[in-house]
């Protein structure tokens, strides 16, 4: 059974940062394209940011490039999001995201950013 783990969430003041944690069971995400999405409320959920398995490259939504990075710890089966400079804009349920052919979810993490 495949499981994604999302961890890290929480409310912070804005400028504050996080990082988000996805653990994965069942599948070696050394394999997979990993992503990390959001979704605010009354708002589609969009991608954030994308880690590509066959070549490591990565790309970022506009609006979080400088202030979030993503990695990937293979031994540990594990990827990050960091995200510093948070602003009351990044408040959104997070989730993390795995492709193979086939897609896997995580169950989502909030984020608040908030004074």
């Known amino acids: 059974q495949v499981q994604l783990v999302e961890s890290g969430g929480g409310l912070v003041q804005p400028g504050e940062s996080l990082r988000l944690s996805c653990a994965a069971s069942?599948?070696?995400?050394?394999?997979?394209?990993m992503g990390w999405y959001r979704q605010a409320p009354g708002k589609e959920r969009e991608l954030v940011a994308i880690i590509r398995s066959s070549s490591s490259s990565i790309d970022y939504l506009d609006s979080v490039k400088g202030r979030f990075t993503i990695s990937r710890e293979n031994a540990k089966n594990t990827v990050y999001l960091q995200m510093d400079s948070l602003k009351p804009e990044d408040t959104a349920v997070y989730y993390c995201?795995?492709?193979?052919?086939?897609?896997?979810w995580g169950q989502g993490t909030q984020v608040t950013v908030s004074s």
């Open positions: 069942g599948i070696s995400l050394t394999f997979y394209t």
């Open positions: 995201y795995a492709v193979r052919g086939i897609a896997y």
